[in-house]
Nanobody, 116 residues
Framework: QLQLGESGGGVVQAGGSLIHSCKSS????????MGWYRHAPGNQRELVAT???????NYAHSVKARFTISRDNAKNTVDMQMNSLNPEATAVYYC??????????WGQGTQVTVSS
């Protein structure tokens, strides 16, 4: 079964940057879409960014100018560079993959905390 391992959460001051990584236990070329959701207390879970097996990207409007998602096929890893972070970005970020077989898999989640 596909497994997703996340890393890169942490605490950062407003205006700072973090990099999140999500490593798939299988060839990520077999995953149609990978990306991150985030869930802040009291808020709905929202989609942050996605990247397809072909490299096409999509971003939530609130992060498009500041976040960049990319993939390293050789390492079966997707990365998300998060720049100009503000306290509204504080949330648990969950990596998600949709396989070519249309199964959905979730990472364990990592906490991002942005101090003002």
């Amino acid at each position: 079964q596909l497994q997703l391992g996340e890393s890169g959460g942490g605490v950062v001051q407003a205006g700072g940057s973090l990099i999140h990584s999500c490593k798939s236990s299988t060839n990520i070329l077999n995953n149609d879409v990978m990306g991150w959701y985030r869930h802040a207390p009291g808020n709905q879970r929202e989609l942050v960014a996605t990247i397809t097996s072909g490299g096409s990207t999509n971003y939530a409007h609130s992060v498009k100018a500041r976040f960049t998602i990319s993939r390293d096929n050789a390492k079966n890893t997707v990365d998300m560079q998060m720049n100009s972070l503000n306290p509204e970005a504080t949330a648990v970020y969950y990596c998600k993959a949709r396989s070519m077989y249309w199964s959905h898999y979730w990472g364990q989640g990592t906490q991002v905390t942005v101090s003002s």
